[in-house]
C-alpha cells in the first residue's frame, strides 16, 4: 500500500502561482508514475498532468500546458505541480496518484492510477 497526502492548496487570485506537494510512503514511490488530477463541483474527476517513474517525462492536460510543471524527487519520496497563471477555471479539488503498475509509460487515465490522495482545494478568484 502507498499512502498519499497532498498539500500546498489555498486561497489566489488570477495569475498568481501555487505549488501542490505530494507526499508518498509506504510503497516504493520512485518505481511508479505518478499524476495529478483535479475535481471542480458537478465535474468529472479530469487529467491535469503526469510524469514517469524516473521523472524524464511529462504530459499535460492542453488546459495546464505552458503554465503548469509536474515535477518529483524520488529520494524524498514527494511529488510536485508548480501552477502559474491562474486561472479562475483552474478551482477544484486536486489529486494526486501514484500508477498501479510499476515503470512504464505516463498514464493519465484514472483507471490507470491505483492510490490516490485526499486531495487539496485550489480557489482562483477573479
Known amino acids: 500500500q502507498v499512502q498519499l497526502v497532498e498539500s500546498g492548496g489555498g486561497l489566489v487570485q488570477a495569475g498568481g502561482s501555487l505549488r501542490l506537494s505530494c507526499a508518498a510512503s509506504?510503497?516504493?514511490?520512485?518505481?511508479?508514475?505518478m499524476g495529478w488530477f483535479r475535481q471542480a463541483p458537478g465535474k468529472e474527476r479530469e487529467f491535469v498532468a503526469c510524469?514517469?517513474?524516473?521523472?524524464?517525462?511529462?504530459y499535460y492536460a492542453d488546459s495546464v500546458k505552458g503554465r503548469t510543471t509536474i515535477s518529483r524527487d524520488n529520494p524524498k519520496n514527494t511529488g510536485y505541480l508548480e501552477m502559474n497563471s491562474l486561472k479562475p477555471e483552474d478551482t477544484a479539488v486536486y489529486y494526486c496518484?501514484?500508477?498501479?503498475?510499476?515503470?512504464?509509460?505516463?498514464?493519465?487515465?484514472?483507471?490507470?492510477?491505483?492510490?490516490w490522495g485526499q486531495g487539496t482545494q485550489v480557489t482562483v478568484s477573479s
Open positions: 509506504g510503497r516504493t514511490f520512485s518505481t511508479y508514475a
Open positions: 510524469i514517469n517513474w524516473h521523472g524524464t517525462s511529462t
Open positions: 496518484a501514484v500508477a498501479k503498475l510499476p515503470y512504464g509509460t505516463i498514464p493519465s487515465r484514472p483507471g490507470e492510477y491505483g492510490h
